[in-house]
């Protein structure tokens, strides 16, 4: 990892904090094998999301029943001032920035207050950001942003030494894409990262009528089955895979006992499949199920209590009466 200057029009306000170009897994093969050889098998969600798994969540995500982006984005549109005025004029991090959409909505209420802010957006994408950096910089002119270019721990790592607050960002219920003993270890690493006055924004999904769920995980348009079924391509083209994805079928259940929904990929005949990179064949048996993500829907005083046990102080909460989600603004204690 190194820092340096991204070159774009506006130069002096778009810098890399650090750069990591590598690939995030380019040394897991043989956590793939491990997972498919395990039981229940597993694929991990790190491979949905490659360009055309993140081109069909993006598609999803604008279906009707996928309420989780419109719902968050409308909570910070009706809050935003709010938290401007309880938080100031603070640096923002974003911990999985992607195109920053809704980050836009806070950094409007700089703007109309002819404020200066930096930005530091966290993602694993680079070439998104070097996109993101411009298009922000262009729309907001008092912004400076420093592109953090690598995981989320590696990236707080690398962030500078602030000399006041800072307001981190974790949006888009992405906190419940984690098992809970992972939330746990990501709040408290969180924690260690930050410092006493800083404020935490976290969006989170809350347990609900298990019909919302189950329709925005099986949209009628197809895009989130088409984007889970995308990992078998995924790992096709990465490993000399031959997956056929007309012998797998897209399975998505809420549980409520549990509040977790799980989407698991249903192998639909008995087969064998092959990762050529590996040497590795998998057997499956007809109506064999693998893990491929988990979403947690939350209690909001379940999080809350530990989001308190990680060190920070809830200020505000604002949940939507009718989809159940929640925007948490935490401060550092």
Not at 34 to 48: F, M, R, T
Not at 93 to 116: D, F, N, V
Not at 282 to 311: C, H, R, T, W, Y
Request: proline share 4%; aromatic share 10%.
């Amino acid at each position: 990892m190194h820092a340096r200057t991204l070159k774009t029009a506006a130069n002096e306000r778009v810098h890399y904090v650090v750069c990591s170009s590598e690939d995030p897994l380019a040394n897991d093969l043989p956590n793939v094998v491990a997972n498919l050889s395990g039981s229940p098998k597993k694929i991990s969600s790190a491979y949905v999301y490659d360009k055309t798994g993140t081109a069909l969540f993006e598609q999803q995500c604008g279906t009707p029943e996928y309420y989780l982006r419109r719902v968050e984005t409308e909570l910070l549109r009706l809050h935003a001032g709010h938290i401007f005025r309880l938080c100031g004029p603070v640096p923002i991090i974003e911990l999985g920035a992607g195109t920053a959409e809704k980050t836009r909505i806070l950094l409007t209420e700089y703007g109309r207050r002819g404020l200066s802010c930096d930005y530091f957006p966290i993602d694993v994408d680079v070439e998104t950001l070097a996109e993101l950096a411009q298009s922000l910089v262009l729309a907001f002119p008092l912004l400076s942003v420093h592109c953090v270019g690598t995981t989320y721990e590696a990236g707080l790592r690398a962030l500078p030494a602030g000399s006041g607050a800072r307001m981190f960002l974790f949006l888009g219920s992405s906190i419940g894409n984690m098992e809970w003993p992972q939330v746990y270890r990501f709040l408290s690493q969180l924690s260690c990262y930050g410092a006493r006055g800083d404020y935490l924004l976290l969006g989170a999904d809350l347990d609900k009528d298990p019909a919302v769920i189950d329709r925005a995980y099986n949209d009628s348009a197809g895009y989130g089955p088409r984007s889970t079924l995308n990992v078998l391509d995924h790992l096709n083209r990465r490993y000399g895979g031959n997956f056929q994805m007309s012998n797998f079928r897209y399975r998505s259940k809420y549980d409520s006992q549990s509040k977790r929904n799980e989407v698991r990929i249903e192998s639909l005949l008995s087969q064998s499949v092959t990762l050529a990179a590996a040497g590795f064949t998998v057997s499956l048996e007809a109506s064999e199920l693998i893990d491929a993500e988990v979403m947690l829907k939350f209690d909001p005083d379940e999080l809350g209590g530990a989001l308190n046990q990680a060190g920070f102080l809830l200020l505000r909460r604002w949940i939507d009466p009718v989809f159940k989600y929640a925007l948490f603004l935490m401060q550092h204690q």
